[in-house]
């Protein structure tokens, strides 16, 4: 009867935090977290395969600010700190690889569509992003997440994310 009474607790209390996250996970969702977005000039080939050249240096130009993000609050403070610098790497690849226009960058509040990053969704709705447009900006981008750092990790981006309540479970009835 104990067993059951536990097992009966530990049910409700998994059913009530998953009606919590639902009711209010999409709502805070967009408030915690920090995107990036580099948008190309255009769909062109070359305008693409220097997008993507220019996210290898921005990236690693970030990273060590990423790193020290305890919450998004500073991530926005930190990468609004260094929107300029951020730019001037941008600038230098476009340079570097024979382009005649120049970056934007700049954080803002945006509507997104739905996005998956590995096991993560990151629902349609507002987010706050760090927006580096190349030139026109209007050809695909590529995105990603600054804060919480789910590519600006020295670990290649593997991020594992941990249910306590799933490690709760598996240690009551491992025992």
Not at 134 to 147: A, E, F, K, M, R
Request: aromatic fraction near 12%; glycine fraction near 6%; charge should be neutral.
């Amino acid at each position: 009867m104990k067993n059951f009474c536990i097992t009966f607790i530990v049910l409700v209390i998994i059913i009530a935090t998953a009606v919590c996250a639902a009711n209010i996970g999409g709502a805070q969702a967009e408030n915690d977290y920090l995107r990036i977005h580099v948008r190309a000039n255009s769909n062109s080939a070359e305008d693409q395969q220097v997008k993507y050249k220019v996210k290898d240096e921005v990236v690693r130009f970030i990273t060590p600010y990423a790193a020290q993000c305890t919450d998004k609050e500073k991530a926005v403070f930190l990468i609004s700190s260094v929107l300029g610098e951020i730019a001037d790497v941008a600038d230098r690849v476009l340079r570097e690889n024979g382009f005649n226009y120049s970056s934007r960058a700049e954080i803002r509040s945006e509507k997104f569509p739905t996005r998956v990053y590995g096991k993560l969704t990151l629902e349609e709705g507002i987010y706050d992003a760090l927006i580096l447009e190349l030139g026109s900006g209007t050809g695909d981008n590529w995105w990603c997440v600054i804060y919480p750092p789910l590519c600006f990790t020295s670990g290649g981006g593997n991020v594992t994310y941990r249910s306590a309540i799933y490690d709760i479970l598996r240690k009551f009835f491992k025992d």
